[in-house]
C-alpha cells in the first residue's frame, strides 16, 4: 500500500491516460473541498452540501490508489523472484587456469574479477564462479538456486549440455568452464533485471489497448467539458433548475471512461509475465510474451519434446525355429551390461513377459563386449556361448562372416519396424540370427491432446526432426502432430520458418543447440532450453529454466491466457459502464433538467446517493477484480469465434448486470447510514 501512496505524482500518473484524468479529477475536486471549508459562502461547490463533495474527493483518490495497488501486488511478485535469485549470486574465489590442460597452474582469484575468455576449474563441492561453456570434463551440477528443481543435472563438454550459469554448484567430479560474461552481464544478472516488473516494456497488444481506452477517454472528456456551458444555458433560457457543478461533472467523467481496464491494464500485463516465471520461464521480450497468444504455427522438435527420447523395448520377434523366450533370453543375457536405456529396457522387457531370474553381470564368468560406434554392435560371451545385437546390416556381415545368412522372414521384420517409425536391433548367437526386438521411441501420452486443443485455437503443429521420411511419419501420425519435417538441418530449419512468416504466419519453436541458433533467431517466440548452449540462449527471446521442451505448449498456454484475460476485463468494463449511465446521469441532470427523475430505474434515494453511489462502485469494481487480473481468466482451448461468444455472454452480460446490483446496494447503505 505505501508504494500505492508514492505512485500518486503527476509523473507517474500520466504514463497511463486514464488514470490520469481520474488524478486530474481528484486534484480538481480536493482544491474545491478545500476552498468550501474555507470560505463561508461556499459557492464554488454548486450548491451541494460539504459531506457530498468531501465523500466524492474521498473514492476518486481510493480509485487512483486501488489502480496503483492492483499494479504493485504484481510488481511485488517479481521482485520476490527477483530477490530469491539474487541470493544466487555468490562472491566466490575461483581458480584461474592459464591452459585447460594443465590444472598444476592455477591461482584464486575472486569471481566478480573473471572476465570474458578466462578458463576456471570447478571440482566438487565449489560453485560456478561465472557464466560458461565446459570445455573440458563432465560433472554433476546442482542448479536448485537458479531453477528451484533438486534434480543435479549433467553438465560435459561439447554437445548441447556444456554451459553452466553462475551462482550454481558442482556435486561431483570436475570440469574447466570458459567464461562467457563480464561481471554484471551473466545470465543471473539479466534474469534478476528482467524479472523486476518495473522495467517492463508495454505489447504491441497492450499499446493499442492503451491508445483505444485514451480515445474513448478524450472522446468521454469532450462530451463532459460541453456539458457545464449547455446546462448554464439551459437553466438560463428555461429561468428555473439549477446549473451542475464541477464536482458532479467530475463524478460522470470518471464513471463513464474505462477506469476498470484502465487501472487494471497493467497489472494484466505485468502478471502474464509473472505466471511465466512461475513456470520458470524468463521472457527477455515483453513482445514474445504477447506473441505466444497470437502464433499459429508451432514447431516441435521430435527427440525430447514429441518422444521421450530414449527408445524402449516393446516387443520380440523370433526367426524361424527360435521361440520368443529364447530369444528373449538371449537378448537379456547380451545387455546385461549395457548401462544404456535402451539396453535397460530389454532387461525389464524380457524379465517382465518370462519371469527370467534377476542376474548380476559380475557373478557370470563372462566377457562383455561394448558398444562400438564403428561397429555398431555389443554383447556377451558365456564359455562357448556369442550372442551379440545390434544394428541389422552389422549383425547379418558378422553372421555372415560364420557362415550364417539372415533369412527372408528377418529381413522382413525389419523392413516392417523401421516403417513403423521403430528401430530393429538384430539378436544373434554364433551364425544363428535369433530374431529382432522392437525398439520404440515412445511418444508422450499427452501429447496427442496437448497438440489437438491447440488445434481448436486455429495453431498448426509441425514436427521437425532429422530422421528419415519413413520413420518421420510414422511418429508423425502417432503423435497427431499437422506436419513434420525430416532429414532437417539448419538451413532447413531456417528457410522453413522464413517461408511460413512470409505467408503471414507467426511461429513459436524451441531450441538448445549452437545448430538451432539461426532458427531460434528467426522465430517469434524462440524458447531456449537452460541447459543448451550459450549461443541458443542469446538467440531466444524466452529461455525455460527446466530444460523441458513441451514448455512451449505451456507457454503458448500463458500468451493465450494474457490476451483472453485482457479481452474479458475490458468487454466488463466497457460494459458496466452502460448501468452506470442509468445511475449517474439521470441524478447529474435532475436539477438541470427535473424530467430526467423518470429514468431513476433503480430507484435510487437521491441525486447524491445515486452519484457517490456510482463513485464509490466505480472504486471498489478494480479492487473487486485484481485477484482476476493477477490470476487470469481460466484457460480453454477455444477459437477466437468461441472466445468473443463467451466474452459477449459472460462478461457482456455480467459486465452490465454487476452495476445494477452494486450501485443499488451502495445506496441502500449510504441510505441506512444517514447519509441521502
Known sequence: MRLSIVRLTPLYQARNPVMFVVFVGSILTTAILTIMLVTPARVVGGGLPVWFVAWVTFWLWFTLLFANFAEAIAEGKGRAQADSLKKARRDVA???????????????????????????LIEAGDFVPADGQVIDGIASVDESAVTGESAPVIRESGGDRDAVTGGTRVLSDWIVVRVTSDPGESFLDRMIGLVESARRQKTPNEIALSILLAALTIVFLLVCATLLPFSAFSVTQAGAGSVISVTVLIALLVCLIPTTIGGLLSAIGISGMQRLISA???????????????????????TGTITFGNRQAVEFYPAPGVTRQQLAEAAELSSLADETPEGRSIVTLARRLFGLPERNPKDLAAT???????????????????????????I????????????????????????????????????????????????????????ADLRKMGIKSVMITGDNPLTAAAIASEAGVDDFVAEATPETKLKYIRKMQEGGELVAMVGDGTNDAPALAQSDVAVAMNSGTQAAKEAGNMVDLDSDPTKLIEIVEIGKQLLMTRGALTTFSISNDL??????????????????????????ASPESAILSAVIFNALIIIALVPLALKGVKYRAESAEQLLTRNVLFYGLGGVLTPFIGIKLIDLMLAAAGLT
Open 579 to 604: 448501468a452506470k449511465y442509468f445511475a449517474i446521469i439521470p441524478a447529474a441532470f435532475a436539477g438541470t433538467y427535473p424530467a430526467l427523475a423518470k429514468l431513476n430505474v433503480m430507484g435510487l
Open 368 to 394: 562383455f563386449i561394448p558398444f562400438s560406434a564403428e561397429q555398431r554392435i555389443s554383447g556377451i560371451v558365456i564359455n562357448e556361448r556369442h550372442i551379440m545385437k545390434g544394428a541389422g546390416d552389422a
Open 94 to 120: 575461483a581458480r584461474k587456469l592459464e591452459k585447460a590442460s594443465d590444472h598444476s597452474k592455477q591461482h584464486s582469484v575472486p569471481a566478480n574479477t573473471l572476465r570474458k575468455g578466462d578458463l576456471v
Open 280 to 302: 520458470n520461464v524468463i521472457a527477455t521480450s515483453g513482445r514474445a510474451v504477447e506473441a505466444a497468444g497470437d502464433i499459429n504455427v508451432l514447431l516441435l522438435d521430435k
Open 396 to 451: 547379418a556381415r558378422l553372421v555372415a562372416l560364420k557362415g550364417g545368412f539372415c533369412g527372408p522372414e528377418i529381413m522382413r521384420e525389419v523392413e516392417e519396424i523401421a516403417r513403423k517409425g521403430g528401430t530393429p536391433l538384430m539378436v544373434a548367437e554364433g551364425p544363428q540370427v535369433l530374431g529382432v526386438v522392437y525398439l520404440k521411441d515412445i511418444v508422450k501420452p499427452e501429447i496427442k491432446t496437448r497438440l
